[in-house]
């Protein structure tokens, strides 16, 4: 995939690749907006960028003014932006508004064997559609804008295939977890990780986003997965999916974007996921993971003297005392969905337990203009699909909703 992107290669130098789809949000597009007017510029392709209000928006009263000042200069000013160079935005109110990294999967603008780029890391989300997708910086935006290409020296190979499958309460985000502890924050730094095996192949589509979302977690560049019929199910009907012969035609291509059997790796990783267990994360990375079955670990357990300093500071910052057991840990606050590894399902579980329990007196449900307790959650689009808006937003005690790519009931503007 990489080498049928490059435009220009040459010894000693990084190759040009061609980028299939741009997405760009409010927080790192303003200088590169800037860059294209002091050099004279347009962009370049368009109808290959696609603008959405993600980073610095309000989750309830998004219908009113933004009151933080900085968010609502950089919200108005992409609205500038997108207007003067005839980009495509969708703006708070507008149904397809969400993050950055759901909305290109949403609406089937991500696709197998594209190249995807965004300023923002977790642009390796579209991998788990067999695209090569990472984060880029604002001067890289302003390139892929003025030019539709991006300088990139090509990173190592490396593959983690993960056999078995994933017992009873184990999920995406477990997998992940358990696979940066195994290797440490940095193990993926260079690479290009792709996941495979048993495991991985009986992922949801938006467990496989969380995996590959979660690259980054570990260093790597981009992960990506292999397209299979999960993919193309989840793909067909989509707004901007090929329809009828070109469906068809895209689907034949796709199948031929698997890695060849005997294919060499720089790295190659192998995991049992059978052995995997719920997993969770202390102090201040997610490389300080531990099994939901084991304890605060202690600084003493630790060779390293830079790892004990990182334990201790990690029990200060959390409040933990060391070798206490991780299920007697006291949770004050859950919070479910979030850019960087909310799924579907997590919503509908979070969903299946609020209904189940009483709201403890005196707990705040926030409410949000126009959204009802039951009303419906849109039409069958982002996380909230077959969830009522009401339910998605209470709070069990501590419970509360972070929504990811939440549908909004304005007509698209």
């Given at each position: 995939m990489w080498d049928e992107h490059v435009v220009r290669s040459a010894p000693g130098e990084p190759d040009l690749l061609y980028i299939d789809l741009?997405?760009?949000?409010?927080?790192?597009?303003?200088?590169?907006?800037?860059?294209?007017?002091?050099?004279?510029?347009?962009?370049?392709?368009?109808?290959?960028?696609?603008?959405?209000?993600?980073?610095?928006?309000?989750?309830?009263?998004?219908?009113?003014?933004?009151?933080?000042?900085?968010?609502?200069?950089?919200?108005?000013?992409?609205?500038?932006?997108?207007?003067?160079?005839?980009?495509?935005?969708?703006?708070?109110?507008?149904?397809?508004?969400?993050?950055?990294?759901?909305?290109?999967?949403?609406?089937?603008?991500?696709?197998?064997?594209?190249?995807?780029?965004?300023?923002?890391?977790?642009?390796?989300?579209h991998g788990a559609f067999g695209a090569i997708a990472f984060g880029i910086g604002t001067s890289e935006v302003e390139h892929v804008l003025a030019t539709q290409t991006l300088m990139q020296a090509k990173p190592k190979t490396m593959a983690v295939t993960i056999n078995g499958s994933l017992p009873a309460g184990v999920t995406a985000k477990d997998m992940v977890l358990t696979l940066i502890t195994h290797t440490g924050t940095g193990g993926g730094q260079g690479y290009i990780v792709e996941y495979r095996g048993r495991a991985i192949e009986e992922l949801s589509m938006e467990g496989r986003m969380t995996v590959c979302n979660m690259s980054i977690e570990w260093g790597a560049k981009a992960g990506l997965i292999a397209p299979d019929q999960t993919t193309f199910d989840y793909i067909e009907g989509k707004p901007e999916a090929p329809k009828g012969a070109d469906w068809d035609a895209a689907v034949e291509h796709w199948k031929t974007l698997v890695t060849d059997a005997d294919a060499q790796f720089d790295e190659e990783i192998v995991l049992d996921a059978s052995t995997m267990t719920p997993f969770v994360t202390r102090g201040t990375n997610p490389g300080r993971g531990v099994p939901l079955g084991g304890l605060v670990p202690t600084p003493s357990d630790f060779e390293e003297e830079s790892d004990r300093i990182a334990a201790e500071n990690a029990l200060k910052y959390m409040g933990l005392e060391a070798g206490t057991p991780m299920r007697d840990v006291h949770v004050d606050t859950v919070f479910v969905g979030s850019c960087t590894n909310g799924r579907i399902e997590d919503l509908r579980l979070a969903a299946e337990i609020i209904e189940g329990h009483k709201v403890a007196?005196?707990?705040?449900?926030?409410?949000?203009?126009?959204?009802?307790?039951?009303?419906?959650?849109?039409?069958?689009?982002?996380?909230?699909?077959?969830?009522?808006?009401?339910?998605?937003?209470m709070a069990w005690r501590r419970v509360l909703d972070v929504p990811g790519h939440e549908p909004r009931p304005a007509g698209r503007r």
């Open positions: 741009h997405l760009i949000h409010e927080v790192t597009s303003p200088q590169a907006f800037d860059g294209l007017r002091l050099a004279d510029r347009r962009v370049r392709r368009p109808d290959l960028t696609l603008a959405t209000e993600d980073h610095n928006v309000p989750t309830i009263d998004w219908d009113q003014p933004i009151a933080d000042p900085v968010s609502k200069t950089q919200v108005d000013t992409l609205r500038k932006n997108c207007a003067e160079f005839g980009v495509r935005l969708h703006p708070l109110g507008d149904v397809e508004q969400g993050i950055v990294h759901v909305v290109g999967p949403q609406l089937g603008l991500t696709q197998p064997g594209m190249t995807i780029v965004c300023g923002d890391s977790h642009t390796s989300t007196e005196g707990t705040r449900l926030p409410g949000r203009p126009g959204l009802g307790p039951g009303s419906p959650a849109g039409d069958g689009r982002g996380p909230g699909q077959g969830l009522h808006r009401g339910r998605r937003r």
